[in-house]
């Protein structure tokens, strides 16, 4: 077998003469040498077979990422490899990296959620890809790493302990507001965001639901009719609300702004969860309201109009061990952990002929909310 033709380049710095090759081209063995001058005389270390992942992925991160991706994507590259490919992984080199390294770090998060388990591979795959393209390495060690199989469902309840962080954090931080509907009313992050003030039922305190924030910005109608939903607002979040006189103004909003995009939303987040020190996904906080309200003995298919799902099996993957309590024994149970859960609903409920009915008092009164 032909041995592959190899180019070389040379170039001088500090008095000695250096040599690069590449396998690929002459042009690209000289575009090689350039660089490794340029590096050598900002006094960056020459990267090769020797280099340690810390220093590859760390550099990896810097050069290809930070002016390539948004803000938060970027931010949350930063934080997977600091936090979790570096105590891994970090001193050994390169090359001696193998399969088994990677997917046991795979394996490390199966409890985490689909997405989690999702990002942290595309970040693994991307150190290991550029750098057999650097020709750091000859192999990639990560093409045959796989996703965990996640546990059922693709998000988790929160814990106690982060639950208190959340809730303390959301006290003066910007981005408190939104994180507290999510917990306490379980609406999607792109549904929060796209909240006006005009979307509180302030008789019936009410969270009326009507619309979304899609990627690009830009806000719609809720994507089923399911989506489209009244869900009520606990006490302990009522109480926060100021409700301005121009109630056509968003809830949500950036310390500058008018409203948030859909990067600003993931970055706003980002920043949150780590000066509330909790590692979880937005979605986690819905998927937490919607153990919550199994915990306190609501109904399946009460859960699934709250939750605006259009489909029950979705609700019942995460209302795994549903009781049959009454819907009223329900609102009793939810009041009472209300404080800590963020889910009490004051009064009684039901869900007929497609509404939401609320029953205030002993005389069941009702007032009723459409979808």
Not at 134 to 157: A, F, M, Q, Y
Not at 171 to 180: D, E, N, R, S, W
Not at 262 to 291: P, Q
């Amino acid at each position: 077998m032909a041995k592959k033709k190899l180019y070389t380049a040379t170039y001088t710095f500090d008095g000695k003469r250096y040599y690069v090759r590449s396998s690929i081209s002459q042009r690209e063995a000289d575009k090689k040498a350039a660089k490794a001058l340029a590096a050598r005389e900002e006094g960056i270390p020459k990267l090769d077979e020797n280099t340690t992942v810390t220093e590859y992925a760390t550099r990896w991160v810097e050069t290809y990422k930070r002016t390539t991706v948004s803000k938060p994507v970027y931010s949350e590259y930063v934080h997977r490899i600091n936090d979790i490919i570096i105590p891994a992984i970090g001193p050994l080199k390169m090359k001696n990296i193998k399969p088994t390294h990677l997917q046991e770090i795979m394996n490390a998060h199966a409890d985490k959620s689909k997405s989690y388990c999702s990002k942290l591979l595309v970040i693994i795959h991307g150190i290991f890809r550029q750098a057999v393209k650097d020709e750091i390495i000859r192999r990639d060690p990560s093409e045959d790493v796989k996703e965990p199989k996640t546990k059922s469902g693709t998000h988790r309840s929160i814990t106690t302990e982060e639950r208190h962080k959340i809730l303390e954090t959301a006290k003066t931080h910007p981005f408190g507001l939104a994180v507290k509907i999510l917990l306490m009313c379980g609406l999607r992050p792109q549904e929060v965001v796209a909240l006006k003030w005009s979307d509180i039922d302030q008789i019936n305190r009410r969270i009326m639901v009507r619309r979304a924030q899609k990627k690009s910005g830009d806000i719609a109608e809720t994507k089923t009719e399911a989506g489209a939903r009244n869900v009520p607002i606990p006490p302990v979040l009522w109480d926060s609300l100021s409700i301005p006189d121009d109630i056509d103004k968003r809830i949500i909003v950036p310390p500058r702004g008018e409203g948030y995009t859909y990067s600003g939303m993931l970055y706003a987040w980002h920043k949150f969860k780590a000066a509330a020190d909790v590692n979880i996904d937005m979605y986690d906080l819905r998927h937490t309201y919607c153990t919550d309200l199994e915990a306190a003995g609501v109904p399946i298919n009460v859960a699934k109009y709250l939750m605006g799902h259009s489909n029950i099996l979705m609700t019942s993957k995460i209302y795994t061990h549903m009781r049959e309590d009454t819907l009223a024994s329900a609102a009793d149970k939810i009041a009472k952990i209300g404080a800590t859960t963020g889910a009490t609903i004051k009064g009684k409920f039901a869900v007929k002929n497609g509404k939401f009915i609320l029953i205030r008092d002993r005389n069941f009164e009702t007032k009723t909310g459409t979808k």
